[in-house]
């Protein structure tokens, strides 16, 4: 999630490192979404993984 919340570019290779050689299927969820924020450049991407527009993440 932090990674998602950064939006750094750089994170991408070491997030797609990590997909290839996850089996936890949970874990490889968080690594899609991350991934797909950072694509994205919309943080809000981690929680709203079907891009609804209805969940946002808010961090304080």
Do not use: P, Q, W
């Not at 932090?2 to 997909?19: D, M, R, T, V």
């Amino acid at each position: 999630m932090l990674l998602a919340c950064s939006l750094e570019i750089n994170a991408l290779a070491s997030l797609k490192k990590a997909e290839k050689s996850t089996l936890h299927e949970e874990t490889l969820l968080d690594i899609n979404a991350a991934i797909d924020a950072i694509e994205n450049e919309n943080s809000n991407y981690f929680v709203d993984r079907e891009h609804s527009g209805k969940m946002i993440l808010r961090v304080n």
